[in-house]
């Protein structure tokens, strides 16, 4: 029997439709909007807490509470140190990447008491987040956990950069762009008008009832 001749490509089919990559969703098809309103950040962090066990879960209610309340990217939330939170003054040194500007900014009660626990858990490391074996937290460990509990939590598949946008809630509570500016690092002030752009209280006072 004569043995099979192997082609070294696969013939033509001149017949069938040529294949294409399949194109990237676009962020509207998986999620409403692109940042989460104070009611649904509190319900991911109690969400966070309870289904999470020892002490992942309040490692994953307070890097949900941090990432929001700081504007900080995945990268930016695993890489806090404790050297640079002083809980006794209350006040922690935030450091951006892609060219941010870094400041120093106030800790508000509920990241103090989340912190503090935190420290309680984990006397020991440098990091902030970490594992149960005392490793550093990953973005991509963060990332899976964010896209479960947000499952959980709500209708739709949460991303990181939803917390990111802490700027719409300062926007709504009249802060200034420039203030704003400062507080999430951006070098340019035109990646921060967005965020009053957005922000539902500028409509405010429109009607008279």
């Not at 089919?13 to 969703?25: H, K």
């Not at 807490?49 to 879960?57: E, I, K, L």
């Not at 400041?103 to 008491?113: A, G, I, N, V």
């Not at 964010?146 to 009249?174: I, M, Q, S």
């Amino acid at each position: 029997m004569a043995s099979a001749q192997l082609l070294p490509f696969p013939a033509p089919d001149n017949g069938a439709a040529s294949t294409s990559l399949p194109t990237r969703q676009p962020n509207s098809a998986t999620r409403p909007r692109e940042h989460l309103t104070s009611v649904e950040i509190d319900k991911l962090i109690a969400t966070a807490r309870a289904r999470g066990r020892g002490g992942c879960a309040q490692r994953d209610a307070a890097a949900i509470l941090l990432a929001y309340s700081h504007g900080l990217r995945v990268s930016e939330l695993v890489a806090l140190r404790w050297s640079r939170f002083y809980l006794s003054d209350g006040v922690a040194h935030i450091t951006r990447r892609k060219n941010g500007r870094p400041s120093t900014q106030p800790l508000r009660d509920p990241e103090l008491r989340a912190m503090r626990q935190l420290r309680r858990l984990w006397p020991e490391g440098q990091f902030v987040l970490q594992t149960e074996g005392g490793d550093p937290w990953t973005d991509v460990g963060f990332r899976k956990m964010l896209a479960r509990t947000g499952e959980e939590a709500g209708p739709w598949r949460v991303h990181p950069h939803e917390l990111r946008h802490a700027g719409y809630r300062l926007a709504n509570d009249g802060v200034d762009n420039r203030t704003i500016q400062a507080y999430l690092g951006h070098a340019n002030i035109t990646r921060t008008v967005r965020y009053t752009e957005f922000a539902a209280d500028r409509f405010a006072g429109l009607w008279q009832d």
